[in-house]
């Protein structure tokens, strides 16, 4: 009779556990800066901490619009949100955003005429 191995079964993945590394996630990452204004309040956050109504008149639309792009960005984990009384303070916690937002920036720059006259991908809209 042959001898049998307790080698325990692989475990399936956790519900809640995504690899980091899935096309889908990682798509879902850029997508989060694909619109302008999220991009530009990132930008904002990036050199200071800033409160919801310093963003509101820096992005120059409305304080429910802005409410919106922030929770996203701090639900996609570009910025986090801290209480001070009645204020929320956005701030910026990983310093590769920033080397992320140079990065694309300088790409940009160097395929800026691809970019413009791409027919593939829309403009961004607020």
């Known amino acids: 009779m042959p001898q049998r191995h307790n080698t325990p079964a692989p475990s399936a993945p956790v519900a809640d556990e995504v690899p980091c ?3 889908d996630t990682v798509a879902k990452f850029f ?4 619109d302008p204004t999220r991009l530009k ?5 990036l050199s200071g901490e800033r409160t919801s109504a ?19 960005l ?20 990983d ?10 920036r300088s790409l940009a720059a ?3 005429t ?9 403009d961004g809209q607020d």
């Open 21 to 23: 590394t899935h096309p």
């Open 31 to 34: 997508r989060a800066l694909a």
């Open 41 to 45: 309040l990132l930008e904002y956050i």
């Open 54 to 72: 310093e963003c509101v008149e820096h992005a120059r639309i409305s304080q429910p619009r802005v409410s919106v792009h922030l929770s996203c």
């Open 74 to 93: 701090v639900d996609c984990g570009y910025v986090t949100a801290r209480r001070d009384g009645k204020k929320l303070r956005y701030s910026v916690g």
């Open 95 to 104: 310093p590769r955003v920033a080397d992320l937002v140079v990065l694309a």
């Open 110 to 112: 160097d395929n800026a």
């Open 114 to 122: 691809a970019l413009t006259c791409c027919t593939r991908i829309p």
